[in-house]
């Protein structure tokens, strides 16, 4: 069965560069979440979106911003790195099912800042 | 102030010795609470979600339970391959999600 995509799965930048990351939810999935993992930390959760719009809002970052496009895949844009930006950043796409939100997470990207 | 907690930490147990997780909240208003398996390096896993108290969920060994303040994991006879992170997050009906630090379950052949 098909996956949450996530690409690139690893990516290296310098302090103060931008990053963009993607994501390609399972087919006819309506929401997509996006969260942040700090090395041994829970994940914190950044910004969700329902049918192509901005649905929930969390901790995410001024620096940062998302969206997500027709074709349902959402990217996250990240500017002006920080060093404690450095985590790994996972997406999640979800439907609702016989009364219950089911939540798939992709493999993650891994962003390390110089 | 809303936050999620989670016990214990770490749990070692021999297989096939039964025990429950803990998930405790103060999160004002809930729309769902979530359980994850997450393993080194790698996307948690969904289990379930639960909306209302006294709801249950089963799913093999697991069954996961929701009170108005907690809920509960609970793995009977654990296996080996049981071994990994168990996550719960709270939806929130502020739109915030709110995750627990995880508790570490190692079970012993």
């Known amino acids: 069965a098909a996956g949450v995509i996530q690409s690139p799965r690893h990516l290296i930048k310098e302090k103060r560069e931008t990053a963009t990351l993607k994501c390609y939810p399972i087919p006819r999935h309506d929401t997509v979440y996006w969260y942040q993992q700090g090395p041994g930390q829970d994940p914190q959760f950044l910004i969700s979106?329902?049918?192509?719009?901005?649905?929930d809002k969390g901790s995410i970052p001024d620096r940062f911003s998302a969206q997500q496009f027709s074709d349902y895949h959402s990217e996250l844009n990240m500017s002006s790195l920080e060093l404690g930006d450095s985590a790994l950043y996972f997406c999640?796409?979800?439907?609702?099912?016989?009364?219950?939100?089911?939540?798939?997470f992709g493999p993650g990207t891994r962003l390390t800042v110089l | 102030e809303d936050q999620v907690t989670q016990s214990p930490e770490a749990l070692r147990l021999q297989e096939g010795e039964s025990s429950s997780l803990n998930c405790s909240y103060t999160?004002?208003?809930?729309?769902?609470l979530f359980w994850y398996r997450q393993d080194p390096g790698k996307g948690p896993e969904f289990l379930f979600t639960?909306?209302?108290a006294g709801e249950e969920k089963e799913k093999e060994r697991l069954k996961a339970t929701l009170t108005k303040k907690e809920s509960f994991l609970h793995i009977t006879a654990p296996k080996p391959e049981d071994s990994a992170t168990y996550l719960c997050?709270?939806?929130?009906?502020?739109?915030?999600?709110?995750f627990g630090t995880g508790t570490s379950l190692t079970v012993i052949p």
């Open positions: 997050a709270v939806h929130q009906t502020g739109n915030q999600f709110y």
């Open positions: 979106f329902y049918e192509k719009m901005q649905s």
């Open positions: 999640a796409s979800s439907y609702w099912t016989d009364s219950t939100d089911t939540q798939y």
């Open positions: 639960l909306y209302s």
């Open positions: 999160v004002s208003g809930l729309r769902g």
